[in-house]
Structure formats: structure tokens, C-alpha cells
């Protein structure tokens, strides 16, 4: 599955994390070993590259996008 998490998020989990706290150090390790992934219209691969129930976020749509294996839907299983 491939997410998207906003990069001062990930900043703020990985500043914790070097300050020893270890719930952020948790995150921190799975930030750096999990593909976040955001595209808009035009970058994203096609939805077939992706098994289904992979999620990007979609900055075009400002929300996720969902694989469904062959085509790119939003949370509510409209096509986009």
C-alpha cells in the first residue's frame, strides 16, 4: 500500500524521534521503509501498476486516490 503523509508531518515525527521518544521512533522507521507517494493527474502511473487497495495522494483531487487494480477511484469509489 502506498500513502501519502505531508512532509512537516514527517518532519515533526522524525525531529521526536531523534529526541528519544519512542512511539515517534516507531513511526519514524516505518516512514523510512513504507514508499509515501504523491502525483497529480498527470505524474501518477496507471492505476495497473498498483495492486488494489494501493492509496496516493492525488494533489490535482487534494485527497487519496485508491487503485482498484485497473483504475484510480476516490474514497466514495467515483472514477478520477
Do not use: C
Request: glycine share 4%; no cysteine.
Amino acid at each position: 500500500m502506498r500513502i501519502m503523509i505531508p512532509e512537516y508531518v514527517e518532519n515533526v515525527v522524525l525531529s521526536r524521534a531523534n529526541r528519544g521518544n519512542f512511539i515517534y521512533e516507531v513511526l519514524a522507521s516505518l516512514i523510512k521503509h513504507t514508499p509515501f507517494r504523491t502525483y497529480n493527474n498527470t505524474t501518477r502511473p496507471d492505476a495497473t501498476q498498483f495492486t488494489a487497495g494501493s492509496m496516493i495522494f492525488n494533489t490535482d483531487d487534494s485527497a487519496p486516490n485508491f487503485s482498484t487494480g485497473t483504475k484510480w477511484v476516490d474514497a466514495m469509489g467515483n472514477d478520477t
